[in-house]
Structure formats: C-alpha cells, structure tokens
C-alpha cells in the first residue's frame, strides 16, 4: 500500500478510535452500564441460534464474550479503514458509513432493558467526534492532494494532529473510566443503602387539585431543578463521609454517617428554591426530606452568645454562610440523608446535604455537605455573597401560572387557570388571579401539611374570545400581597407578578 493511502486509511481508524473512546468515556460518566460497542455485543449473543453458541462456547471456553467484543472492534476497525479510504472521493462518503454504524449502536442501547433517551448519548458524542475528527484530519489530506508542492509540509501536518488525537482519545477514555468507576461504585452503595426511620410516604392526596398542566405537588427526584458549581458531582462512599462541627462551640463534633443515622430522624416536606429563579421559572421543587435536625445537634455543643451564623462547606470546596436562627428555631433545618424515600441522588448532594426551610439554596442547602462551622456573619462569607449576592437570603413569596402556558390558544369560555404558589415558613393564606387588569378572582388551594411547601392553586374563569393577559398575585399567612414591582433575581431574589399571554377563540 502506498504511504498516501494509508494516510487516508490512518484518519478513518483514528477517527474511528476517537469516536469509540468519547462514547466510552460518556457512558462511563453518565454511569450507564455499558458501551455502545457492548450493548451491541449484548444483542448479537441474544440473537445468535443456541447451535452456534455452543460451538463458539466449546471453542472459546470462557473467552466467548471476550472474544465477541474483540471480533466486534476488528470489523469496526476495517469500516473505519475503509471510511477513510471512501474520503478520497467525498467527505460525505465516510459519514454514510459513520451514520451506519452510530444507528447499529443505537439499535443496540435502546432495545436494552430500561433504556431511556440518555442512553442514547454516548452514541451521538461518539457520531460527533467521529466526523469533527475526520474532517480535521482529511482537511490537511485534501490540501496537499489539490497542492502537491505543499504534500511533505501538509503530510506533517496531518503527523501532528493524529498524534495528538491519538493521545487525547486515550486520555479521555481513561479519565472516563476512572471517573466512571468512582461512581458506579457510589451508585451501588447507594442502591444498596437502607437508612432507619426513612420513610417512602406517598404526598397527602389533598395537596392535588388534579388539574392537569400543574406541576405535581410532589416534584420526583429525577425532576427536580438542579443548581451546582461542579463539573462532575462529588462521589462520596458512606463510610468515607465524615462532619465536623467546630468554630464557636464548647464541645467539637464529628460525626460519621453510622452516627448521624443513628440519631433521630426527622421527615419534612420541605420546597427548596434558587435565588436565581425568574418570576414563573422553574428553579423549585417540593420533596419529602429525611434527616437528623441541625438544632438536635448543636443543642449539645455550647454554642458561643456571640455566633450569628454557620459557615458551611461542601466536599468540593462550595460554601455558604447561614443564619444561627434558622438552624437553631423550630423549623425542620436538616442534615438530610433522604429525598422522597430514598437516599439523595448523587447530584442532589449524596450522603449528606442540608435544607432549611424558608431560605434559599444558596445560602443554606449545601450539598455534599462535610464541614458546620460555628461563625459571624462579620468573620465569615458565601460563595455567592462574594460575588455580590446577599448575606442573607429569605425566600420571597412567589406564585407561578403553570395552565394553560404563555402562547397557548384555549377554547373561549370557561377556562381554568392553575399553578404552584409558595412563601416557606409564612405559609400562603389566599392566590389571586386577574384577566386584563380587572377584578381579581379567588382561586381554590390544595391543602398542605404545613407552612414550608408549595401550594397548588386553580381557578376556572370566563373568559370572551380574543387575546387576553392573565396575572397571579399570593397573598401570605402573614397578610401581605405579592407585590407587582419587577426586580431581578440579583441580588436576593425575584419580585413581580407572573403574567402570560393567551388567546381565546
Ligand atoms: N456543594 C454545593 N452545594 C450547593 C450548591 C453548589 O453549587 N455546591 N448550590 C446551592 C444552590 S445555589 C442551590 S439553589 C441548591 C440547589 O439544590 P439542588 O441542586 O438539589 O436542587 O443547592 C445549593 N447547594
Ligand atoms: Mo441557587
């Protein structure tokens, strides 16, 4: 073979192997059980007539599956050599062999037991690299090809780029492995995690309106809003976590997880919201949280007359500063080790985070959770704080229209409109609703089993044809009304009323 074909035969396998290892290294970090290039081989045994299995299996002895996957990446590798030889007639050859194989494995992810559409995922980065890698490494081909005074030049130039795709696809499938394992690791121990006294309570039926369009009472822990600083979440094994509790206290703590668990737990259902939440967003959600109360703990500790706050920090280094108070009053501010009956997800602050109802995440839900250090306000910052966002963060009271949605085309007539309202550790006493500024109608409320979550609200109205504005407005346990001035979530929250656009015909 000549030097120039096997140029054009060293970009297609290159390109493949890179393809091959991205999609690797993705469903090692989304800790999906397999490759694509196992799942395939998953299906070809499940498909293969049970003769040939035993012939292969006499054979190969326990080096049957093994030898599948082999066999699979010696026939990837001579369609990538052969894709990279199709380049020589048209970059859009290579791709049809690419988009071959990415739907053969994709075939294979989605019939596997479960799948869902993340699954999906590492096939697509693997498509993408492959035809990015592709082209960055035949464009210096089809250069020196049009410019043979250039060849030498252009040929060392495509040198450089192989090695170095060469290095970063073995680098990135060794990240995605190590990576991966780490929390495949945690995930199991997870799963395999049984805490006493958490509960899996289903939400009081009261709480639904059953309107359909508004957001459950209950938000599922796949569903729920997800704000964080890291990259690739903190994966901490239960017996590996430990807190200390220090800084202005008599008594020092350090607690390991079998010691917190063994404490008594408590079960809230608690509505955590972001500061940066837009009027009508959906950075919020209700869960029933478990965990052992912040107050029980410290109550032992000597907790100096001076300390106004605690400074918490989090495995991978975020913090926030919290007021004593709300750690210390009869709210349910927690150390929680449960969302909705189950040990927290990973992402959601796996083995231990906080919630304090009544404040935003940001100054109090800190996930990962592994150091409470007693403090002042005067002494001690936020993260958030540091970048100009208040000290102190209490939620505001806010309501959001969820049916019909901004845009929507309702039949004219009777119309409900429904949605979510919440002003934790206040409570929402009444939900107003308003069409073109006239006169605002009561909606009814779902009934909540206590002043720290959501309430559902709906009411159904008349409204003419033609296109009309729609507003919500809350009024609190306290008394006072949301008011309509609209200000940014920086720096201690949104305020305004949420307003949608529909037309009624
Ligand atoms: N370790 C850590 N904890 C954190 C954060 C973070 O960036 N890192 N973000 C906070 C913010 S701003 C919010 S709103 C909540 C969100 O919690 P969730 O992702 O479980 O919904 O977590 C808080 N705890
Ligand atoms: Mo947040």
Redo the contacts with the bound molecule.
């Keep these: 073979m000549t030097t120039r074909r096997m140029h054009w035969v060293l970009a297609g396998v290159l390109a493949g192997l890179a393809g091959l290892a991205t999609s690797y290294a993705t469903a090692m970090v989304l800790t999906i059980r397999e490759s694509p290039v196992v799942a395939v081989a998953e299906e070809l045994i499940k498909v293969t007539p049970g003769a040939v299995a035993e012939r292969a299996i006499a054979v190969l002895g326990h080096y049957d599956k093994p030898a599948l996957v082999l066999g699979i990446l010696l026939f990837l590798l001579v369609c990538f050599a052969g894709a990279g030889l199709l380049a020589r007639g048209g970059w859009w050859r290579p791709v049809l062999v690419w988009c071959a194989l990415a739907g053969l494995g994709l075939a294979a992810v989605l019939v596997q037991r479960g799948a869902g559409v993340v699954d999906a995922l590492p096939v697509v980065v693997g498509l993408l690299t492959w035809i990015t890698v592709h082209s960055a490494l035949t464009d210096a081909l089809h250069r020196g090809q049009r410019r043979p005074d250039l060849e030498s030049h252009e040929r060392r130039v495509f040198l450089m780029v192989a090695g170095a795709i060469t290095a970063a696809s073995v680098g990135i499938a060794v990240a995605g492995r190590f990576v991966g394992a780490g929390r495949r690791h945690v995930e199991q121990s997870r799963r395999l995690l049984r805490i006493p006294g958490v509960t899996r309570r289903q939400a009081p039926p009261a709480t639904s309106l059953g309107v359909k369009g508004i957001a459950p009472w209950q938000t599922p822990n796949e569903d ?7 990259i690739a979440p903190p994966t901490i094994e239960p017996e590996e976590w430990s807190l200390r509790i220090h800084g202005l206290v008599e008594r020092e703590l350090t607690l390991s997880f079998t010691d917190l668990v063994a404490r008594r737990m408590t079960e809230s259902w608690i509505t ?1 919201n ?2 940066s939440n837009k009027v009508g967003g959906g ?1 919020v ?1 209700n869960a029933r949280w478990s965990g052992v109360r912040i107050a029980d703990l410290l109550a032992g500790l000597g907790v100096s007359d001076e300390a106004d706050c605690v400074l918490q920090t ?1 495995h ?1 280094g ?1 913090f926030c500063a919290t007021p004593l108070t709300t750690l210390t009053d009869d709210r349910d501010a927690m150390l929680a080790v449960a969302m909705n009956g189950r040990p927290l997800p990973i ?3 796996f083995p231990v985070r906080t919630i304090v109802p009544g404040l ?3 100054v109090s ?4 959770v592994v150091d409470l250090e007693v403090s002042t306000f005067e002494r001690s910052v936020g993260f ?1 704080t540091t970048k100009g966002w208040s000290a102190e963060g209490p939620v505001k009271i806010a309501s959001r229209i969820d049916v019909p949605r901004s845009g929507d085309e309702v039949p004219a007539g009777e119309v409900t409109v429904g949605g979510v309202a919440w002003h934790q550790q206040t409570g929402i006493e009444a939900v107003e609703v308003q069409v073109d500024g006239g006169e605002w109608a009561t909606a009814a409320l779902g009934r909540v089993p206590s002043v720290d979550t959501w309430v559902q609200w709906a009411v159904t109205l008349d409204v003419p044809e033609g296109d009309h504005e729609v507003r919500v407005r809350a009024i609190g346990k306290d008394g006072d009304t949301q008011t309509s001035v609209e200000r940014a979530p920086d720096p201690d929250g949104s305020t305004g009323l949420h307003t949608i656009e529909i037309s009624a015909v």
């Design positions: 729920f809003y997800r704000i964080d600083t890291t955590l972001c500061v950075l959600g989090s991978d975020w992402e959601h602050g935003y995440g940001y839900a800190t996930k990962w958030w």
